[in-house]
């Protein structure tokens, strides 16, 4: 039986149990989570395991960062089988702060950054990306890890916390890791337990749209424009789906590109009933 990870629930101790960590010249990893873990938050907890000595996991749903109250209500909430994975996996802390430590009363601050939050998740979920910045600062505040793992499922999300840490001097390397997806090549998400038996089927779209582009691009296909119709074509054809947005973009500065020259990332939202998935891959 491994031992058990020790849960840290005030913002204060962590950060003493972070320092004692350091003065013991300890290497201090973080994955931050919202918990209902998965096989690819795994992924990233055995990378952090691999490479820091203090292996932080936070669990944390953060109210700021949903810009809708039904799928706030509705995040899945697995205490007990994450702790026993955590366990499984040699987690040293569980992170778990309450709401009110987070956010207490008189709370008025935020982190806006600007450019790559604007579009794609930025325009479909307003405020969302000022709510992961603002939880993903105060994560480093409390741990102060040296390194922190994010999944490349959530792109924009990576890149902009990239950002942050660079222009705010953070000192936390964050290390970006593949996407873990199912044998049919639906990219695992917490919030796929939402969807029906049929939703389920009709979800791998988005691993076909991405595919669809894929193969125009090495094809030699470099007009955008084709490009983003062929793989919306795919998600119109596929009954009860719905597209919020789907883009290629520059896979550093996330800017929408014309034609395809040279790196470039094809991101995408979509609808199946009353979940929201998303999805990228390289094109090139
Ligand atoms: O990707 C997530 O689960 C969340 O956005 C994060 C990074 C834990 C911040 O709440």
Known sequence: MPDEPLVIRDPAAMTAASRAARARG??????PTMGALHAGHLSLVDYARANSDLLVVSVFVNPMQFNNQGDLDNYPVTWEADFALCAQHRVDVIYAPTVDAMYPEGFQSKVLVEGLTQEMEGEFRPGHFDGVTTVVLKLFAAVRPDMAAFGQKDYQQLKVVERM?????????????????EPDGLALSS???????DERQRALCLRRALDQARELAAGG????????????????????????????????????????????????????????????????
Not at 191 to 197: I, K, Q
Not at 257 to 276: F, K, N, Y
């Open 191 to 197: 919030r796929n337990v939402h969807l029906s038996p």
């Open 221 to 284: 296909e470099t007009e955008v424009a084709a490009i983003e119709a062929a793989a919306g074509e795919v998600i119109a054809q596929t009954e009860g789906a719905r597209l919020d947005y789907l883009a290629v973009v520059h896979p550093d500065s996330l800017e929408r590109l014309q034609r395809l020259q040279g790196p470039s990332r094809m991101c995408l939202a979509v609808w199946l009933g009353d979940t929201r998935l998303i999805d990228n891959d390289a094109l090139n």
């Open 26 to 31: 300890q290497r201090v990893g973080l994955v």
């Open 165 to 181: 840490s660079q222009d705010l001097d953070l000192g936390v390397k964050v290390i970006g890791r593949p996407t873990v997806r």
